[in-house]
């Protein structure tokens, strides 16, 4: 049986859970949320997982995030496991490659994938990104400079967005 730690982050004002298989980190939560929202992506994509809360497990992760947030680190070395459509993992793909403290549009990440025409259906695959931050989503704006959707809400993207010199209104 599969298994998934998980454990819950606080940092300032933000609590999340986070979770990891054996292959690595799998979500981040909206700051927030209800244990349930976990819940619900792991019966969606791994039904048969086995949830173990474990923050020993999750220590490299924590660390990491944290150093992040500090503003002591620029990217990541964690390793991902991310559960989604082909078309949602590519989109995921996509936004890795934007840059620290820069931010790419809608159209942009359609532009990189091949297809313009697909805007909307980018705007959707960043929508279900499963782990924020790590996977930057918040790097993501409208054409015109807006700041567009994000699921942990405008705030968190504005805190994310201004934690990496980038003030977008």
């Known amino acids: 049986m599969q298994k998934i730690w998980w454990g819950q982050l606080t940092y300032g004002d933000w609590q999340l859970y986070i979770a990891a298989t054996e292959n690595g ?3 981040i939560g909206t700051p927030h949320a209800p244990f349930e929202e976990l819940e619900n992506w792991a019966a969606k994509y791994l039904p048969m997982a086995q949830l173990i809360e474990s923050d020993t497990y999750l220590q490299t992760y924590y660390t990491e995030l944290k150093a992040y947030l500090e503003g002591e680190r ?3 070395h964690l390793p991902l496991d991310l559960y989604g459509t082909e078309f949602q993992r590519k989109i995921w793909a996509i936004l890795q490659e934007i840059p620290y403290g820069e931010t790419w549009s809608y159209t942009d990440v359609a532009e990189k994938l ?3 025409k ?3 259906a980018v ?3 960043i929508g279900a990104n499963p782990v924020l931050i790590v996977v930057p989503c918040h790097r993501v ?3 015109d400079g807006k700041l567009g959707g994000f699921r942990a809400g405008l705030s968190m993207k504005k805190q994310l967005l201004s934690l990496e010199n980038r003030e977008n209104k």
């Open 25 to 27: 980190l799998c979500y």
């Open 74 to 76: 620029q990217g990541f």
């Open 114 to 116: 091949g297809n313009l």
């Open 118 to 120: 697909a805007v909307r």
């Open 123 to 125: 705007g959707s695959a």
């Open 141 to 143: 704006i409208t054409k």
